[in-house]
């Protein structure tokens, strides 16, 4: 029966559909078929980065699905800001390869922007927020930025984008502040204000570095809650390195170690782990 079915498939319409896949080994029909894995996100294989000989990230495999919260922590030096600038496009791998979505889209070859544009935004830690514009017109110059020469083209409207920048604002909970300069909000304000200006941005894959670096207990407990609102709509990845804010976010964790994966799975088994025991407590 199987070879039957087979045999229905032109070779030309088997290799056309390799091609466009992306996929330029040797492999069989049906190892091509194999990997489509249609709820990945993001996939990191076999990720390299070497600086001078020194490996920041040393053959890394990472599968993120859709719509997941992924913790990525691990001690200093690891490589989480390396692994960060790799999928973001701002470092290219020594050897591996990044892939957003399917085997279909390869970006580790391309350009930030590029990488932007398809769909990842990246917060970095420390806000970057225009402190003399109010909270609304943050937001608006991330929605132009974003748009630029496409705003014409798509013909949106002023009604249209403000919909879009109160829905930011409720989200991550500014709705009250919109009048506000940026530069007079807290700093974890100013953090969810940043948020905001990514999610205008409608990123499909959201990159957020050390979110409560400098929050207090209810400004973490806030975000947590933020992050954990924001997955499912998108895929968010945190790097982070405070272990309470990580429990009480409670979802998949990656561990980090001199540019390896040391350990994956649920916070408490990976906490469980005796080499992640001795990596965070023998330190
Ligand atoms: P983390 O964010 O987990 O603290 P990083 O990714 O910043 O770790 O760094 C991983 C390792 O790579 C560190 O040992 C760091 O010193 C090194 N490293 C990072 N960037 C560079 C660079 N541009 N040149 C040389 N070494 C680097
Ligand atoms: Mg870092």
New binding site residues.
């Given amino acids: 029966m199987r070879a039957k079915s087979e045999e229905v498939l032109p070779a030309a319409a088997l290799a056309s559909e390799r091609h466009t896949s992306g996929i330029v080994s040797m492999a069989a029909p049906e190892d091509a078929v194999a990997t489509v894995r249609p709820k990945l996100s993001l996939w990191v294989e076999n990720v390299t980065v070497s600086?001078d000989g020194?490996k920041?990230l040393d053959d890394i495999t990472l599968e993120i699905e859709k719509g997941e919260l992924r913790c990525i922590i691990?001690p200093?030096?690891?490589?989480?800001?390396?692994l960060m600038d790799v999928i973001t496009g701002r470092t290219r791998p020594t050897s591996g390869c990044v892939y957003l979505e399917s085997r279909a889209h390869e970006i580790t070859a391309l350009p930030e922007w590029r990488i932007a544009q398809m769909g990842v935004g990246r917060k970095f830690q420390r806000p970057t927020v225009f402190q003399g514009h109010t909270v609304a017109e943050n937001l608006e110059l991330a929605l132009a930025g974003n748009k630029g020469v496409f705003r014409t083209l798509f013909r949106r409207t002023r009604a249209e984008d403000r919909e879009q920048i109160d829905e930011a604002l409720e989200t991550v909970g500014l709705a009250e502040q919109k009048g506000r300069r940026a530069g007079l909000l807290s700093h974890g304000h100013k953090q969810w204000l940043e948020i905001g200006m990514l999610l205008v941005q409608r990123p499909k894959v959201l990159l957020v570095d050390e979110p409560v670096a400098g929050m207090n207990q209810q400004e973490m407990e806030k975000t947590a809650e933020l992050l954990r609102s924001l997955a499912g709509q998108r895929t968010v990845i945190v790097v982070e390195h405070d272990m309470d804010f990580i429990r009480s976010i409670a979802r998949k964790v990656t561990v980090?170690h001199e540019g390896r994966v040391l350990s994956e799975g649920s916070m408490d088994r990976v906490q469980a782990d005796r080499q992640v025991m001795e990596v965070y407590l023998g330190t």
């Fill in positions: 600086f020194f920041a691990g200093n030096g690891a490589g989480k800001t390396t980090l």
